[in-house]
């Protein structure tokens, strides 16, 4: 992924775009932009973990989102918005860490399909206490423990363990998935498969990684395709619709496979596993991460309606690795549900 380097003589003065979320700038000595205002601190080897040292006032906002920041020396800037993002990755790869093997406790959620753990509960709690240091102020949207906070800026939805029956079973099928929401707008998603080593990564406009190399969906046809896809697990109510929406599928596209967890799914999407995808109801904390990695890999993700799925409510999901296969099994969809049935 590229980074984009300026510099600035003395007290000339630096034009960066502040658009997505709270840019941070990594030198010897730099200034960061939170919440508005500008910090000059040292950094460590991810970025800054502490409060930071001095504060100055705060910075006029153009209505283009441009910051203006005046630099006292000479100093050579590196506009490093991803830093966020390996911060991020790096919280998720220690949370994995509560992920054990063995020892933790299940718990039913009403139902002996829909299951938690102790390991679900820690992973959560170190998440959203590691997250809410990183961006002050932000939100939560999590899977567990009806963790609902959205009226933020910024707005963090997380699935702790996306895949918790696998990981009950011990298979490597699961994943931790956080994605940072910016007004509405999805501008940064992680997602790792610990067992696998796997770390999936996106920023809004600026591509997709696994394990910090590019990936791209396939360009495989609808004929060529696999689709993963499942049978509404916690609404068996559903099972006949979703079974007649996969025949038609499957009798036009090549195979179909079922892994447990979305959120891995959509990501081997993104790296040219599988081409298609449906699901009849998936919850936010599966699939945003996921789904904004998808569309930065070049793929399409979309619900019933044909726009974006919910960022906060349950939707019906539909994915291709291009928006023509995406908009076909639409097409097929909408032949057995004219409206969502929930």
């Known amino acids: 992924m590229q980074q984009e380097e300026r510099h600035a003589p003395t007290g000339e003065t630096l034009r960066l775009s502040a658009d997505a979320f709270p ?27 502490r409060a930071p040292a001095a504060v100055e006032e705060p910075i006029p906002r153009s209505k283009n989102g441009i910051i203006n920041v005046s630099l006292r020396s000479k100093k050579r800037i590196q506009m490093t918005t991803n830093n966020l993002i390996e911060q991020v990755s790096g919280i998720v790869r220690e949370a994995s860490r509560l992920m054990v093997r063995e020892g933790f406790a299940i718990h039913e ?14 992973v959560q709690d170190y998440l959203t206490d590691k997250l809410a240091q990183v961006l002050p102020g932000s939100g939560f949207l999590c899977e567990e423990e009806d963790l609902t906070d959205l009226k933020h800026e910024y707005v963090w939805i997380i699935d702790p363990i996306d895949g ?54 396939s360009t495989r046809s609808f004929k060529e395709g696999i689709l993963f896809t499942a049978m509404s697990t916690y609404r068996k109510e ?37 081409e298609l995808y449906f ?47 995406c908009d076909r099994v639409l097409d097929i969809v909408k032949k057995h549900l004219p409206a969502l049935p929930y």
């Open 23 to 49: 840019a941070v700038f990594v030198t010897t000595a730099v200034p960061e932009v939170i919440g508005g205002r500008i910090f000059g601190h040292f950094c460590a080897r991810r970025g800054p973990e």
């Open 109 to 122: 959620k009403g139902s002996v399909e829909n299951i938690v753990t102790s390991s679900d509960l820690a």
């Open 164 to 217: 918790t029956a696998n990981y009950a079973r011990g298979s490597e099928n699961c994943c931790i998935s956080v994605a940072l929401v910016h007004q509405g707008t999805p501008v940064a998603g992680v997602v790792y498969s610990p067992w696998r080593d796997e770390l999936y990564t996106a920023e809004k406009g600026r591509g997709a990684c696994c394990n910090g190399k590019p990936i791209h969906a």
């Open 238 to 274: 559903f099972a006949r619709t979703c079974s007649d929406i996969i025949f038609d599928i499957y009798m036009e596209c090549n195979d179909f496979r079922r892994t447990g967890s979305a959120a891995v799914e959509l990501c081997l999407m993104a790296r040219g596993f599988a």
């Open 279 to 325: 699901e009849m109801r998936l919850m936010p904390w599966d699939y945003v991460a996921a789904g904004l990695i998808l569309e930065e890999a070049g793929g399409a993700v979309c619900t019933l309606d044909g726009g974006a799925p919910s960022l906060t409510q349950p939707s019906l999901l539909i994915a291709g690795n291009n928006k023509a296969n």
